[in-house]
């Protein structure tokens, strides 16, 4: 059966069975940051308008199928009317190159950001009184960032809760399953929740730590 047209990657149907791997494997090549393929190795299966629609569906087919992270039966379901030969290719591809799809797509997201974390330190102190309550005994952590966008380093600073601080260690616990250079960042960020909630004695603590890896 042919496949519809506006199928996902019907296209590709065109394209010989026994080609179909490499030429997949070239646009995964492209799509890291390395040469696509060239249209002179496949002019005999598509004219010029329609090999620029084939790189550009395929590329959004595997960044969405990777940035989504679906399941191999959920993208078999759209691919259920390609033939065999070339849904086994796909998923081939797929299986091998999914990691190396997924950290490009990371780092294009970060990218997006030019500001980069330079430096930090941090001050746990308590807060004794306030014209409110008479004595809070209640840890605080003073937050200081140097920031680096667009070349100049900014200083930024934050005052945070123990709850405050369990909320940024969970989005840092978040990001660093899927980026390891926030490791050192939520690494540090969990030995600050630690000497928070040892808060026994009202003496300050005053730690430095140095990140390793800029964000």
């Known amino acids: 059966m042919e496949p519809e047209e506006g199928t996902p990657l019907w296209r590709l149907q065109k394209l010989p069975a026994e080609r179909g791997l490499q030429l997949l494997h070239k646009i995964i090549d492209g799509i890291c940051g390395r040469t696509y393929p060239l249209y002179q190795d496949y002019h005999s ?11 550009e569906d395929i590329t959004t ?4 199928v990777v940035g989504k992270n ?7 379901q759209q691919l259920n009317q390609l033939n065999s030969s070339h849904q086994e290719a796909i998923m081939k591809c797929l299986k091998s190159r999914k990691d190396e799809i997924k950290k490009t797509l ?9 500001a980069r974390l330079q430096d930090f330190d941090w001050q746990i102190k308590l807060a004794l009184s306030s014209d409110k309550i008479a004595s809070l005994q209640m840890p605080l952590l003073n937050l200081y960032l140097d920031v680096k966008e667009n070349g100049e380093v900014k200083p930024y600073s934050v005052e945070m809760s123990k709850e405050e601080l369990q909320k940024l260690i969970n989005s840092l616990e978040a990001a660093n399953k899927n980026y390891q250079p926030v490791c050192c960042f ?3 960020m969990e030995r600050m929740e630690a000497t928070i909630l040892d808060n026994s004695s009202p003496k300050y603590v005053f730690t430095w730590v140095f ?5």
């Open 186 to 188: 939520y690494l540090a």
């Open 61 to 64: 087919f595997f960044k969405a």
């Open 106 to 114: 990371l780092e294009e997201i970060v990218d997006i950001s030019s």
């Open 70 to 76: 679906l399941s191999d039966e959920e993208i078999s």
């Open 211 to 215: 990140a390793s890896q800029s964000w």
């Open 45 to 55: 299966v598509w004219d010029s308008t329609e090999w620029m629609h084939v790189l």
